[in-house]
């Protein structure tokens, strides 16, 4: 299985100069906890995470409730918080070269680059429903009504 099979394609991305407020609000429409940052030359330069998001407001957010200190997010930019040049991974890279590079640099996400450009990314979450999904089908096809049909 590669990068290319799991990964969520044309991902959202945010704007080095936006603010923290504007990032989180697209994270909770989305749903994800990853922006990839793209410059004003559409380069990718970063990552934004909602946990840079929460080191950098000193609050904890969570799903469903609303941002505390809007006023702080306003005014804070995210090419100020955001990892700047992010590992990376091609769409062609098996998964566990994605999930060896997560747990050897501690990071939840990879952006998929495909040359200079931006294609996808990849989460922590992928790997385990892709892992799942692997078992799964594993446990199907040995199961014993399975191994029956094949033995006849």
């Given at each position: 299985?590669?990068?290319?099979?799991?990964?969520?394609?044309?991902?959202?991305?945010?704007?080095?100069?936006?603010?923290?407020?504007?990032?989180?609000?697209?994270?909770?429409?989305?749903?994800?906890?990853?922006?990839?940052?793209?410059?004003?030359?559409?380069?990718?330069?970063?990552?934004?995470?909602?946990?840079?998001?929460?080191?950098?407001?000193?609050?904890?957010?969570?799903?469903?409730?609303?941002?505390?200190?809007?006023?702080?997010?306003?005014?804070?930019?995210?090419?100020?918080?955001?990892?700047?040049?992010?590992?990376?991974?091609?769409?062609?890279?098996?998964?566990?070269?994605?999930?060896?590079?997560?747990l050897e640099h501690y990071i939840g996400c990879l952006p998929v680059m495909r040359g200079e450009t931006l294609i996808g990314i990849v989460t922590n979450t992928d790997l385990l429903v892709a892992f799942m999904q692997l078992s799964q089908r594993s446990s199907d096809d040995t199961?014993?009504?399975?191994?029956?049909?094949?033995?006849?």
């Open positions: 299985m590669n990068v290319s099979d799991m990964m969520t394609a044309h991902p959202a991305t945010i704007a080095s100069h936006a603010t923290l407020e504007q990032a989180l609000q697209t994270m909770q429409i989305l749903g994800c906890h990853h922006l990839p940052v793209i410059s004003s030359e559409h380069h990718l330069i970063g990552v934004l995470t909602l946990r840079d998001c929460q080191q950098a407001l000193g609050e904890p957010l969570k799903k469903g409730q609303p941002l505390v200190n809007t006023a702080l997010a306003s005014t804070i930019h995210v090419s100020a918080v955001m990892t700047p040049a992010p590992i990376v991974v091609e769409p062609d890279a098996p998964a566990y070269e994605a999930a060896r590079l997560m199961s014993p009504s399975r191994n029956r049909f094949l033995n006849g």
